[in-house]
């Protein structure tokens, strides 16, 4: 069993010397629990790929305080500052031209890694303790969904790690947007997030292809994807997505509405008091967590239409329910 940590100093200076010294640990960011090790040590991004049960060719992101910090494992242009910039600290992820300072295991060989300054003021005051980067990937078993409550971590992995620093319910509840603009005639998102590709376009003043092909989130096509598969964020039970009229349920099914408003019987359930797409957010993972143990035969999922947030929701919706 992990031993559940909080905001207290003296736990925050053992979890920094835990880490410090090889240890993983689950941290709360703004957007999911993640999976944290020494970003630059092969021995605790060794632990993370094992305790995830991860494909070593799907690369971590590495999670830094500031700006220096980016800059220690990374190189940025100027687009890349200027939409640093604006979103951070934040649910944003840059693909940079790595440093020779990241290993290899990190970025599955590739010669970019996955950056982010994470806004939540645990991982904050924990990475302002550690001399190092922090590689951390969402903190649940690879394929199936992300956590966003210390007991969602303590239920899927709580065996295998021996810290979960408790910072609650995580705020933005999907994991960050992903953008890559390596190449600045084509910018691309890799994967939707609370930011939207909107305000990133309005961001940089240009375009920006929906490329949703980061190596762990579609299935193998061309460089960027060294290859994974659509299915992803995903409970036991057999999930089904539906929009605008209801579905047709068996015995021993459940609905999942946007709104409460729509709930009329025992089985239905709502993501959100008002269907306001924040607090959807906020509350999808913790619901399939909490309706993958009841035992239901199917759950139908209700998608939200629109952009945005709702689009990125609808993609983890999509990918949660795709066929295995
Ligand atoms: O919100 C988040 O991003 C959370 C919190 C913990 O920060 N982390 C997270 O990590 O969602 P993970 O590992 O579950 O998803 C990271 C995604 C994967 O799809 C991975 O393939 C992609 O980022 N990725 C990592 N490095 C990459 C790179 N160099 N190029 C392209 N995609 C990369
Ligand atoms: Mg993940």
């Given at each position: 069993?992990a031993?559940i940590?909080h ?6 200076d053992?979890l920094?010397?835990?880490l410090?010294?090889g240890?993983?640990?689950a ?6 629990y993640?999976?944290a090790?020494?970003?630059l040590?092969?021995v605790p991004?060794a ?17 830094v305080?500031?700006?220096e910090?980016?800059e220690?494992?990374?190189h940025?242009t ?8 604006r979103f951070?600290p934040g649910p944003?992820?840059?693909i940079l ?5 990241v290993?290899?295991?990190v970025t599955a060989g ?7 300054i994470p806004s ?7 990475l ?8 951390a ?12 409550r ?7 992995l709580?065996?295998s790690?021996d810290?979960?620093l ?5 705020e933005?509840g999907i ?10 005639d ?10 939207g590709?909107?305000?990133?376009e309005e961001?940089?003043?240009q ?6 092909d980061a190596?762990?989130?579609k299935p ?10 659509e299915?992803?964020?995903?409970p036991?039970?057999l999930?089904?997505t ?6 047709k349920t068996g ?5 999942v ?25 906020r ?8 309706l ?11 998608v939200?239409?629109?952009?945005g ?7 983890r919706?999509?990918r ?5």
């Amino acid at each position: 069993m992990a031993r559940i940590l909080h905001s207290d100093p003296a736990h925050l200076d053992l979890l920094a010397h835990h880490l410090a010294a090889g240890g993983i640990a689950a941290v709360p960011t703004e957007t999911v629990y993640g999976l944290a090790g020494h970003a630059l040590e092969a021995v605790p991004v060794a632990k993370i790929f094992s305790v995830k049960g991860r494909p070593r060719r799907n690369p971590l992101i590495v999670h830094v305080s500031d700006w220096e910090g980016v800059e220690a494992i990374a190189h940025v242009t100027d687009l890349d500052r200027m939409v640093g910039e604006r979103f951070w600290p934040g649910p944003l992820t840059l693909i940079l031209k790595k440093k020779s300072t990241v290993p290899a295991s990190v970025t599955a060989g590739l010669d970019t890694v996955a950056v982010r300054i994470p806004s939540h003021p645990l991982v904050r005051a924990l990475l302002r303790r550690c001399s190092f980067p922090l590689a951390a990937p969402s903190a649940n078993p690879f394929g199936y969904i992300s956590p966003t409550r210390p007991e969602h971590v303590e239920t899927a992995l709580g065996p295998s790690i021996d810290y979960i620093l408790d910072g609650g319910i995580c705020e933005g509840g999907i994991e960050s947007t992903i953008v890559s603009l390596l190449d600045p005639d084509e910018p691309k998102l890799l994967r939707q997030g609370a930011i939207g590709l909107e305000s990133l376009e309005e961001t940089i003043g240009q375009s920006i292809r929906l490329s949703t092909d980061a190596p762990g989130e579609k299935p193998t096509r061309g460089l960027l994807s060294p290859g994974l598969m659509e299915r992803h964020y995903s409970p036991h039970t057999l999930l089904r997505t539906f929009r605008g009229s209801l579905p047709k349920t068996g015995k021993g099914d459940a609905i999942v509405f946007l709104n409460a408003a729509s709930c009329r019987g025992a089985h239905h359930f709502a993501l959100s008091a008002t269907g306001q797409l924040e607090e959807v957010a906020r509350n999808l993972y913790d619901r399939l967590y909490r309706l993958d143990e009841k035992g239901y035969g199917t759950l139908f999922l209700e998608v939200p239409e629109g952009d945005g947030l709702a689009a990125a929701i609808r993609d983890r919706m999509g990918r949660a329910s795709a066929s295995p």
